[in-house]
């Protein structure tokens, strides 16, 4: 079969379209540049009602949202979750990764929790810090101007509160808390644990004719049918063809590698539709790469050539290495307190916390580098499968005999109803060369592309913060006047630790760097060995933070993006 | 033209690197065939994709529970959650639907529920000689409060699956009534529906003994401005 190839020549061939790709779609495009979108999965746009689950009801459903066709409940908006029909992934035995794929255009943005923090100024300075991993090659000063842009033109809630490393920035007023934030405000208190406003991109405000405001259905993984909410397509991707940018779309299209010339510059990517299951080809003076920090090592160790022959941009041997996830605990408790509640008024709020609180610690006490930030949720939110299932299983928290039948079910359901209060620590893990993905050239996915296997450890380093979180949310339960759920895990279940990849913010893979030799990008994102290949994704974080990463996905993305328009005109690429 | 029929022209299917299809060009028939698949879906299933909606169907098409076992589910719902004016109970929840449903959608969950049908008629038939679903009331009641307490300190899977099944009958009759529209409307949840969050109600922060932080409050969103476009001084200050 002969590769059908596409004869116009793009500026930018950009792949997925989620939170980097989208980004670097708005700036090119918006810069006159003729651009290229190549999206795995299908078009999406949240505000058509033939997809849309947003204010659905779990009766519409024969399952009632239970979460047998997408993992995290049959109205997220995800398309693909842990697992995505055809398309394998593997682990190295004894090893345990999961990965979260979202086939479709804007990618995991369309149901991600929206908590956007910046990167703080030691975020980026690691080693300097206290001598675990690396310094970024670049600063908190580097990367600030764009975090200030971001938060004009997305819109991101919050406060200024002056902190050092949780930097301010351009906010809009956040909502005021639930009954619930309230106790949790009181009880983290009582701990010396800050507790601020929570940070997420929804739109409390207007901030420009093209998007609704939040009304507060709760519902932001559902995506935002009025664009309340941020989602690459709809708040990045539809402007910047709205403004006339020159923005092609290819979906159903699952690049298999980059091309390149005899030079070893990139020419542009093949791609295997899914429509047809035949492979073309598309021409561009720049790839971008932005299909998130595993798919983009995976492209990039699948595009073997002549001048390449270790993979493209890996002449370092570092192409997927230093993969690593937040950590991750969680725990819920019953508040007494808040028990018998009237159901008078409507709680559902923002999709997601109006308060959290951010990393306290002094790290010169405690026994792991590094901090985390506590999420908190509960309230009375919206009936979906499983709710009452276990009807008065809290009885036994408060004494009394769990099970029966009859009309106590129903005062026991109200009883409880808004009374459970629930906490996710998301922390920082380190990077390490040890944990990586890289091709099994044992496997294939259903287009014949060789798949990723994975090998991750975690360390006694996080181990340790996982208890640490544990330690903390059982001391905030009982300020708040409850009883934790479940006891503290212990060694044996690695103090509760999420397994890796499990909190869905994998990182690390294609590293930026000044030293070519231990680095896959420039600290513009631009590939050492290859000028004309960027990388938009979080694959370029030389470390996390105790912060969520989109936030810097999207302001790297833009940095890089301005740097590809700059040496464009200087003709250097 | 709406804006998002204009982004949908903008999409180029697999063929359009080499063929040069036009910027409008209309889709292809067998788009057109998932579409129109999806729409007349959605009516019914809430915005699934076409591989989601072809196995709803094809789940409905299979039959688990034969129509004595329906009935049988139906007579111990309203037995575990009784019918209260005015908002009704399990069979107006739908809660025999979704037994049926779950028993074919999480498959380990279907020989728990018929096992433990077979169960209930078994008792009932050595106990009082007649089927569970023609036993009366108290009939009903004595067979269920031998089944309806389970050991909390033991794994569930390791006991009696008799009480297994109850504990799953009651499971999915609660929060099948609870997730229906009559179950809602007895919750008495105000949710999923478009509204402005303006804080906690007075007489409920009374109620739970808490109070909002006044210098909290004044960082909070000023509802009467939403509508206004956000502008902010080179400090980050918002101005409007």
Known sequence: MQIKESAEVYDVIIVGSGAGGGMATKQLADAGLNIAIVEAGP??????????????????????????????????????????????????????????????????????????????????????????????????????????????????????????????????????????????????????????????????????????????????????????????????????????????????????????????????????????????????????????????????????????????????????????????????????????????????????????????????????PRGYHIEVWGGMGQPTYGFGYDTNGLNKYLGLKPGGYGDSLRDDVKKYYGAVVGFGGRGEGLARKENYCEIDPTTVDQFGIPVLKFNYHWSDYERAQAKHMHETFEEIIHNMGGIPLSEKPGKDQDYGLHKPGEIIHEVGTTRMGDDPKTSVTNKFNQLHDVDNVFIVDAGVFVSQADKNCTWTIMALSWRASDYIIEQLKAQNI | MDRRKSIQTLILGAGAATSGIALSSCKNESETAVDEAISSGTEKFFGRTPAELKRIEKLNAEQLFNEHEMETIAALSVVILPPKEPHGGPIEAGVPELVEFMGKDIPSMGPTL????????????????????????????????????????????????EIQFFYMMRGLTVTGYYTSKVGIADLGYKGNSPNVWDGVPQDVLDQHGVAYDPEWIAKCIDQSTRGTIATWDDEGNLLT
């Open chain 1, 43 to 368: 078009f999406f746009d949240p505000a058509d009602p033939v997809t849309q689950t947003q204010l659905k009801w779990a009766y519409e459903s024969p399952r009632r949202f239970a979460g047998t066709d997408r993992a995290f409940g049959g109205h997220d908006m995800s398309w693909g979750d842990w697992e995505v029909e055809g398309e394998p992934y593997t682990h190295e035995e004894g090893t345990e990764f999961k990965w979260w794929r979202s086939r479709m255009l804007g990618g995991r943005t369309n149901h991600w929790g929206r908590i956007s923090l910046r990167f703080g100024p030691k975020d980026f300075k690691g080693k300097t810090r206290d001598g675990h991993g690396d310094d970024w090659p670049i600063s908190y000063d580097d990367v600030k101007p764009y975090y200030d842009k971001l938060d004009k033109l997305v819109g991101v809630f919050g406060t200024n509160e002056g902190r050092e490393n949780d930097p301010d920035g351009f906010f809009l007023p956040p909502p005021k808390p639930r009954l619930h934030e309230l106790f949790y405000i009181d009880g983290a208190k009582k701990s010396g644990i800050p507790v601020i406003p929570g940070r997420l991109s929804m739109l409390t405000k207007k901030i420009n004719e093209d998007r609704g405001v939040c009304f507060y259905c709760g519902q932001c993984g559902r995506s935002c049918s009025v664009y309340a909410d941020f989602s690459a397509g709809s708040c990045l991707i539809f402007p910047a063809q709205k403004s006339g940018g020159k923005v092609k779309i290819f979906v159903n299209s699952m690049v298999r590698e980059v091309t390149t010339n005899a030079e070893g510059k990139a020419t542009g990517v093949s791609y295997i539709s899914k429509d047809d299951r035949k492979e073309y080809k598309l021409k561009a003076k720049v790839v971008v790469l932005a299909a998130s920090a595993c798919s983009t090592a995976r492209i990039l160790l699948n595009s073997k050539s002549k001048q390449h022959p270790n993979g493209l941009g890996n002449s370092s041997n570092v192409v997927g290495k230093y993969l690593h996830d937040s950590t991750g605990a969680s725990a819920s408790g019953l508040v007494p307190g808040l028990m018998n509640r009237k159901t008078s008024y409507n709680e559902d709020g923002v999709g997601g916390m109006h308060v959290y609180s951010p990393w306290w610690g002094d790290n010169s006490k405690l026994n792991f």
């Open chain 2, 114 to 161: 018929l096992g433990g049908l077979m169960w209930l008629d078994h008792k009932s038939n050595t106990d009082y000689g007649v089927e569970f679903k023609s036993a009366t009331l108290e009939q009903k009641k004595e067979i269920c409060d031998q089944i309806c307490w389970h050991d909390t300190e033991k794994p569930l899977d390791k006991q009696p699956l």
